[in-house]
């Protein structure tokens, strides 16, 4: 949903609000004060500037306030409007982080840190190997439903956090995926074979490992659902598994060594990733 509208309606546009108690709301309240000084400086009221942008009064003053997150589109042509030669629009970045909720920030901030994740996959594909086109399905079928706003929002955070495939130095990423998560044709088969062709690309990467647990095993370490385990350069690791310790993320040596032993298992009982990668193709083939 976009953010611009008939500014003649006084419609208050849905878009991403601030918690105030978010500690990314003082980002937000800075860059709507260098916004509203760059409008004033340029000596445009709201409404003429909100005719020149195609913005309504209301939400320029939100954003001005720091009530409201701009959009990359709000601030590109803000930056044409008031001639800024690229400074407003370089907000960007800030506020791209900002717009992901607090949640997801502060996981893309530890995946950002970690020299290698290794994670299992039950019920869909994992989110950092996920298409938009897929994510966005899997966040539209989701029950009581999102909001077309709050859709947007998670799918442009999911697509952000797969930056970690381009750090350098790279990190190691090791992926377990259930078969059924394989064949479950989420969005529809076309939505599922270019999701199948993304698996495959990845896979070549040489930081990046996946493995395919078969249906028809008989002995599975991974019945109690999702494992994460990421580790960082000094040595400390965060772990979870929703089978243990409530779910909660721990840090605890003991606690993380049965998340470990428990994914070593997991790894031992699924595929080879080069086995792995055969049968992705040969799912993609049937698809």
Sequence with gaps: MDDTTDVTDGVDEPGWDVDPDDEIAPAVEMAGAQLKAWREGAGKRVVEFGLLIGYSEDLIRKIERGARIPRPEYLDKADSALNAEGRISAMKKVMAEARYPKKVRELAKMEAQSVELALYNNHNIHGLLQTEEYAR?????RRPAYSPDDVARMVAARMGRRSVFERLPAP????????????????????????????????????????????????????EGLIEVLKFGDGTAVGRCEGEFNGR???????????????????????????????????????
């Design 137 to 141: 399905a899997l966040f539209e079928m």
């Design 172 to 223: 190691e990423l090791c992926f377990i995926q259930e078969e059924a998560t394989l064949r479950r044709p989420i969005g529809g088969r076309m939505v599922l074979r270019r999701q199948l062709e993304r698996l495959l690309e990845v896979g070549q990467l040489r930081n990046v490992e996946i493995q395919v647990m078969p249906t028809d095993r008989e002995d599975h370490a991974g019945m």
């Design 249 to 287: 993320p721990v840090s605890d040596r003991k606690q993380l060594r049965i998340i470990e032993l428990r994914y070593g298992i997991i790894r031992g009982q699924a595929l080879t990733p080069r086995e792995s990668l055969a049968f992705i193709e040969q799912l993609l083939g049937e698809t």
